[in-house]
């Protein structure tokens, strides 16, 4: 069954939709930090899990994280300060894909961007995790991020240029 043009941008805009929001949502993550793993570690028990015997590795990484973002927010808040602007790159990359809701043809390039971003954030992750010191766990959720995002851009990449075949026939 062929889709229409109108079912093929419905569906690019909707993908569209999907991918800005959730970039939205990972920047607003970026910047209440303390009280996100606050909460992580209620949620998930983590101080008791890191006290068990044997100790649970991903348990002791969060209250590890815990008491870096506590001490850290104590001593050197405006550290933070780099992920409210991680934060604002991510409300203006997501503004950007407005252009892709507006026309996702002339706009197209903006899903080629996109999946090469995502597609670079799988050795970003692991390069600078490894640097950094972060578990290999989790470098594969950040990498996941990247692997969430390139398939609704690659669909809407897909679809755009079906849309641009069948507008040239």
């Not at 209440?32 to 992580?40: C, R």
Request: hydrophobic share 55%; glycine share 8%; with cysteine.
């Amino acid at each position: 069954m062929k889709s229409t043009p109108e079912k093929t941008l419905r569906r690019i805009r909707l993908w569209t939709w999907l991918f800005i929001i959730g970039l939205f949502l990972s920047g607003v993550t970026a910047i209440p930090l303390q009280v996100q793993i606050n909460e992580l570690v209620r949620i998930t028990d983590a101080a008791a899990a890191a006290q068990s015997t044997p100790p649970h590795a991903w348990a002791e990484w969060l209250v590890r994280v815990q008491s870096a973002i506590a001490q850290t927010n104590a001593e050197y808040p405006f550290l933070f300060y780099g992920t409210d602007w991680l934060a604002f790159g991510h409300f203006v990359i997501a503004i950007a894909y407005i252009g892709a809701l507006r026309d996702p043809l002339r706009n197209r390039w903006l899903f080629t961007f996109g999946m090469i971003a995502c597609g670079l954030l799988i050795p970003y992750a692991f390069v600078f995790g490894a640097l950094r010191g972060i578990p290999v766990w989790w470098r594969l959720i950040d990498c996941a991020f990247g692997i969430f995002g390139f398939v609704p851009l690659w669909l809407c990449h897909r679809w755009s240029g079906q849309l641009e075949n069948s507008r040239a026939r």
